[in-house]
């Protein structure tokens, strides 16, 4: 395949999650303010961290689908 050309498919913002620290704190799902939401392209998952379904063409960038 092609390499990714620079910037391509990167997000140059805060991810927007609940709780990004790592540590006993660290929640790693979207905000509704996230610049992750919609942003993401097709992926072989199916479903996010918690068993929730990826949207076809137009997933979520990261772990989480956001669901409002």
């Known amino acids: 395949g092609h390499p990714t050309p620079p910037g391509a498919g990167m997000i140059f913002a805060p991810a927007g999650l609940v709780a ?8 790693p799902h979207l905000t509704a303010t996230s610049p992750a939401i919609d942003a993401g392209a ?13 949207l076809p063409g137009r997933a979520d960038y990261g772990a989480d689908e956001f669901t409002p």
Do not use: C
């Open 42 to 54: 097709s992926s072989v998952a199916t479903v996010d961290l918690d068993g929730d379904p990826r």
């Open 20 to 27: 990004p620290a790592v540590g006993a704190g660290f929640d």
